[in-house]
């Protein structure tokens, strides 16, 4: 007896939101560029449309991401986001994940988890 | 496991890059595996730092004066006859990271990865006469982090015969001490702009995105807030962005305006606020003068090449 999400995908991501929360998945294989990023962004803003959510992203279909995706994420991509959770996987998820945290600077608070429900508890305070 | 010809290979690619960086070089990128090993991490890390110099500090070219900033620090370690650390100044301490009582009566060689215990007594005698008569010997130290510092040792007596003196110099910038006069001054020739104030600029920059929903403060509030004077930052906002606060600060509110009416259903005077704006037709303003239009002249139509999936989830 689930209530239905709206769920929304594109070419590079499926989101949906749950429990005022919105999931936000790269699908596998993304090469993130600025093309890519900016599409993503756009189509979660208009999802959300007036909402302003806490964001859980799943990284871990990001094969590369290059330094013009890297900089419109950190400006752009947190637009109508309260704060972000990101999902690194193995080794280079995670390295890129760290990278984009740390050299990028995100300008809405940003946590990398390896563990789902760590990062739920991590946006429950933003909700 | 280095072994294999596709580590080999990768390994080989990184060492070039990191020559070509050194070089000045900053174009290249090595190409993606698709194995997720410690490799490929340090591959994908090489080739992300080689984008953000290239685009930022390196952008109007690089050249490599060929000089190391000599800044040195003395190391000095004050030794009984058992070879035991009685006193050490402050410079050692720093440069092996250090407290004064974890190095204070414990013998040297602890610190120290060379060994010398394979030398007979005669051999030791023989080496210290050498040292304390003017000979300079390599050691290498083992910092705290256990990492290794190597450097040019000399010895001497102190006059009681009984104590030795250890010491060599390193180049290491203490912290919380002023740069040299010298040093300074030729950064001052090259430009008014010290790192320092690169890195304050860019900790305003950053506090400008992060708040583009809000007014911003003056510029002697934001000075005061970062700890300078409202001259300094101006001109060195300007210097390293080529453009004023406030102007970043609107421009960077007017692209997210922009974003959001295009792809959201909010009404415009919700933008307007949400994007730091006072009144309505300041935003309308502003925006048409940027962008040549007014925001109700933009399209609304959202991107439209959803694929809505909420069929796939029926109530």
Known sequence: MSAPHEA???????????????????????????????????????FQ??????VICDTRGIVSIDKAARDYLAKSGSLLAKAVALIG?????????????????????TRIFTVEQEALDYLLDFV | MMKSPHNRQRMVSMHKMLFEMARGNFNNQIPLSTCDDEIETLVVLVNMVAEELKESAFHSGFVNPYISHRMVTPATFILDENHSIKDVNQGALKILGYDSLEM??????????????????????????????????????????????????????????????????????????????SL???????????????????RVYDYVLANLGEPLPSVKELARQFGTNDFKLKDGF???????????????RLKRAYLMIEQTDIPLKNISFMN??????NFSKSFKKRFGFSPKELGRNKTGDFLIVDDINPS
């Open chain 1, 89 to 109: 996987g193995e080794n280079v998820s995670m390295t890129m994940s760290t990278f984009y945290l740390e050299i990028s600077k995100p300008s809405v608070p």
């Open chain 2, 276 to 281: 730091g704006f006072n009144s309505y037709p």
């Open chain 2, 104 to 181: 204070l009566s414990r013998p040297i060689k602890e610190f120290i990865m060379d060994d010398f215990s394979y030398m007979s007594d005669l051999e030791k005698k023989e080496l210290e006469e050498m040292l304390l008569s003017g000979e300079v010997i390599t050691l290498n130290f083992i910092t705290f982090k256990k990492l290794i510092v190597s450097a040019e040792c000399s010895v001497s007596r102190l006059s009681e015969g009984k104590f030795t003196v250890l010491s060599f110099v390193a180049p290491f910038l203490q912290l919380n001490e002023a740069p040299t006069e």
């Open chain 2, 184 to 202: 300074d001054l030729k950064i001052e020739r090259h430009n008014n702009f010290r790192k320092a104030d690169a890195r304050l600029m860019q």
């Open chain 1, 8 to 46: 929304f995908e594109n070419q590079n991501a499926r989101f949906w939101i749950d429990n005022g929360i919105l999931f936000f998945e790269y699908k596998a294989h993304t090469a993130l560029d600025l093309e890519v990023a900016m599409r993503v962004v756009a189509d979660r803003i208009a």
């Open chain 2, 238 to 252: 300007r210097h390293f962005f080529h453009t004023s606060i406030y102007q970043f600060y609107t421009e960077q």
């Open chain 1, 49 to 54: 449309n007036e909402r302003l959510l806490p």
